[in-house]
């Protein structure tokens, strides 16, 4: 398995879960369905099912080694663009997903918090998307973000709009917008911004994810692992990456 951005791999070894601080927060970017699914001549919606299982298998992981935040990039603003068919499949996962998703996580103590434009989806989707937050608000373990729908540019812009009205009807002045304001303005507000950002699939893109909330996340991209193999192991190894960073947030 070759790691791009795997900057430190001889003393990685060295470290271990326990010996470590855990980043709080991990974002990923669960690329590489489409190809996943080529390699094997199969359609791309075999992908993003086999994507789907990944995801439950991987976000389970992340809850029992004592992850307090995780945000998959589900559906980006962007992903409406994709031929009909493979966006109806997507549709269509999501929503069998979220059925299962009630029973799947109240195990695990997951809070299921869903970020992005949701009146996009049908009425049905929209109403699993209520049901699945509703009935996970009161757990206490890690809180899942799924962002669907979700465009980094287009969080901003939605918070720039709430500022605007609040500069409008007096209630602040424009000399009161502060980060910390523009930060309670996004999907995420109240959580942590993400340490560690995690890109299978090779590609060395951003792609429009938390782009104001990762401004000092570390990224680890890894380079031949598409996301429907990429493994709890590999999960590990991405975070004891993360922990051999010397994260200097702009000081020296
Ligand atoms: C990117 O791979 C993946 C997506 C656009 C969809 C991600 C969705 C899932 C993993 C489904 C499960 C999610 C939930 C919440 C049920 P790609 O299609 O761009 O792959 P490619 O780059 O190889 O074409």
């Not at 980043?23 to 080529?38: C, S």
């Not at 930060?183 to 507000?189: D, E, I, K, N, R």
């Not at 991209?221 to 051999?244: G, N, T």
Request: proline share 3%; hydrophobic share 40%.
């Amino acid at each position: 398995m070759a790691l791009g951005l795997f900057k430190n791999k001889k003393s990685v070894s060295q470290l271990s879960l326990e010996n470590i601080t855990l980043p709080e927060h991990i974002g990923i970017i669960m690329d590489g369905n489409g190809r996943w699914a080529k390699k094997r001549g199969l359609p791309r919606s075999a992908g993003h099912r086999a994507g789907a299982k990944n995801f439950r298998t991987i976000t389970k992981h992340c809850a029992n080694i004592g992850i307090k935040y995780l945000t998959v990039y589900a559906f980006s603003t962007e992903n409406w663009k994709r031929p009909e068919s493979e966006v109806n499949a997507l549709m269509d996962l999501f929503k069998s997903y979220l059925e299962e998703a009630i029973r799947d996580f109240k195990d695990e103590d997951i809070v299921v918090r869903f970020i992005g434009d949701k009146t996009a989806f049908s009425p049905e989707l929209q109403a699993l998307i209520r049901e699945n937050e509703e009935c996970s608000k009161d757990r206490t373990g890690m809180v899942l973000n799924i962002a669907m729908n979700y465009g980094g540019r287009d969080e901003i812009v939605k918070a720039a709009r709430e500022i605007a009205k609040m500069v409008e009807s007096g209630e602040i002045s424009s000399d009161g917008i502060t980060e910390q304001l523009i930060s309670q303005h996004l999907y995420t507000a109240d959580q942590p911004d993400p340490d560690l950002i995690i890109r299978p699939s090779g590609e060395y893109r951003i792609s429009n994810f938390l782009l104001w909330q990762s401004a000092y996340a570390e990224y680890v991209i890894l380079d031949d692992v598409l996301w429907p193999d990429f493994s709890k192991e590999m999960l590990e190894q991405c975070i004891l990456e993360y922990a051999r960073r010397n994260r200097r947030f702009g000081n020296v």
